[in-house]
């Protein structure tokens, strides 16, 4: 009996103190864990794609030119790996200008542009878009120049550019009647949508000549969508409002998954300008 007692008594020590270390270690596998997920935020730029690389015509970078996924007709983010081919590494502050260029056959245009701060992003990365007006073809094709200044030296790297076109249109265009300029809307958001309520964001620009394609926030817009299929719209919309740089965010709510159709109603000082442009978004 007592040989038994004693067996039983060291069995309950072994268990103590295995929930002891229990204790210790759970929380540490939890914390581990929590500083995983930290380390790899989701819609960071781990994500980007390399486009294409090249030196600048003096030789003085090294630029990677790098976007989320291939550049469509539309508004495309892009980022730029500017690296001194001196030194190797990421070039901290530049003055950074694009210039895409459509080369047609019988003429050439540039496009709406969001030309980069002077300082990298989080990653060393310089942050800009452009909003390509069509896509390329094998007789015409889109090219970009990027002008760099640091320190007062200037530089430019050029890229061929391969830009094609989504299955449902990102872009739209018309001519005002109020001034006879030709517009352009782009659909950022929403880019994955959801059953319920979703961002909306739209960029307004208008070609001033054939290089310059200001932004416009002196536009108002209404938005209807519907599913013409079921002819139903949806509650709880809000239309998009300027927030500079040619940006306009309001809400889209979208009541179940298939194909909407979101309207557009533009306007300017109370004066129509189009009623009759819309996006298409099918999602399941």
């Known amino acids: 009996m007592i040989k ?12 103590q103190m295995k929930s002891q270390y229990l204790i210790i270690i759970l929380p ?16 960071d730029n781990n994500e980007l794609i390399t486009l294409a690389t090249n030196y600048s015509k003096a030789g003085n970078y090294q630029v990677g030119l790098m976007s989320a996924a291939t550049l469509e007709t539309g508004y495309n983010k892009i980022y730029l790996d500017v690296k001194s081919t001196a030194t190797g590494e990421q070039v901290p502050e530049a003055s950074i200008n694009l210039l895409p260029m459509m080369n047609m056959t019988s ?52 890229f061929d550019l391969s830009v094609t076109s989504p299955d449902e249109a990102r872009i739209v265009s018309f001519v005002s009647p109020l ?8 659909l950022v958001e929403p880019s994955a949508p ?17 290089i310059n394609f200001p932004a416009d926030d002196d536009v108002a817009i209404t938005i209807y969508p519907e599913m013409p299929s079921m002819g139903h719209s949806s509650p709880n919309n809000v239309d998009p409002v300027s927030t500079g740089n040619g940006h306009y965010k309001g809400t889209v709510n979208f009541t179940m998954t298939g194909w909407w159709r979101i309207n557009l109603t533009l306007s300017k000082n109370d004066e129509l300008m189009s009623d009759e442009l819309y996006f298409d978004v099918t999602f399941q």
């Open 4 to 15: 038994i007692y004693r067996q039983l008594k060291n069995s309950c020590k072994n268990i």
């Open 28 to 43: 540490l596998l939890a914390l581990l864990a929590s500083c995983s997920d930290d380390d790899n935020p989701a819609g």
């Open 107 to 158: 003429m050439s245009h540039s496009a709406p542009v969001e030309d980069p701060a002077n300082t990298p992003d989080d990653d060393g990365y310089y942050e800009g878009a452009v909003v390509f007006t069509m896509p390329g073809n094998e007789d015409e094709s889109w090219t970009m120049a990027v002008a760099i200044n640091q320190n007062g030296v200037p530089d430019t790297v050029n």
């Open 179 to 186: 001034d006879g300029k030709s517009y352009f809307i782009s």
């Open 194 to 210: 959801v059953v319920g309520l979703n961002d909306i964001e739209l960029t307004v620009h208008y070609k001033e000549s054939m």
